[in-house]
């Protein structure tokens, strides 16, 4: 059964600062894993997909890496922002792919 | 703008009264799909629908239904609300999601707070 652990839970760092978030799955027969931005009362937001295919992904500072064989994930975050604050979920599909199994998130906080 | 929508977005009730929670998307998508997102146990799906007259059941249905009668809409059914269905509620779509090899995004609502007293 896939299961999804994101580390650190929070995460408090001051503006500038380069940072990591990190995911991790137990099966790593995955379609995909996708980072998403959670902030409230605005729901979900998709960050990125990195195919199984690929290793990595970029979409302006943020960059996130994909080691199927580890079972790992990395959201790599440049020159954070106190806008950057929010909480970051990772998620990949369940082996029918008709679901997404969920990691419990990393709540950043940037300080100004 | 491509976009899914959900309504009420806060909504505040009593044990056993039936209440509906719309969801519709623009972008005809042909899978959609409700989560329920808890603290400490995340989001977990409640039911998905691969397209018209398509639905199944999730990780949580107990206590809910759906019904897909037209592609972009997927409403969320609570027909005798409990404070345990007490969460924060979010509807995805997808234009291909659920297919074996997919590779699609999934594109979310702004959720439901809803409480059961």
């Known amino acids: 059964k896939q299961e999804v652990t994101q580390i650190p839970a929070a995460l408090s760092v001051p503006e500038g600062e380069n940072l990591v978030l990190n995911c991790s799955f137990t099966?790593?027969?995955?379609?995909?894993l996708q980072w998403f931005r959670q902030d409230p009362g605005k729901g979900l937001t998709s960050l990125l997909l990195?195919?199984?295919s690929q290793r990595e992904q970029t979409s302006g500072r943020l960059n996130a890496s994909l080691d199927k064989s580890s079972g790992r994930s990395t959201l790599y975050i440049a020159a954070s922002q106190p806008g950057d604050s929010a909480t970051y979920l990772c998620?990949?599909?369940?082996?029918?792919?008709?679901?997404?199994?969920w990691g419990l998130g990393t709540s950043l906080a940037v300080n100004p | 703008e491509a976009q899914v929508t959900q309504n009420p977005r806060y909504l505040i009730t009593v044990t056993g009264k039936k209440l509906t929670v719309t969801c519709s998307q623009n972008m005809n998508h042909e899978y959609m799909s409700w989560y329920r997102q808890d603290p400490g146990l995340g989001l977990r799906q409640i039911y998905y629908s691969m397209n018209v007259e398509v639905t199944d059941k999730g990780d949580v249905p107990e206590g809910y239904k759906v019904s897909r009668k037209e592609k972009r809409n997927f409403p969320l059914i609570l027909e005798s609300p409990s404070p345990n269905q007490t969460s924060l509620y979010f509807c995805?779509?997808?234009?291909?999601?659920?297919?074996?090899?997919?590779?699609?995004?999934?594109?979310f609502g702004p959720g439901t707070r809803l409480t059961v007293l």
């Open positions: 995805a779509s997808s234009f291909e999601a659920g297919r074996a090899g997919s590779t699609d995004t999934q594109y």
């Open positions: 998620a990949v599909p369940a082996g029918n792919n008709r679901k997404l199994i």
């Open positions: 099966d790593s027969a995955i379609y995909n």
């Open positions: 990195i195919q199984s």
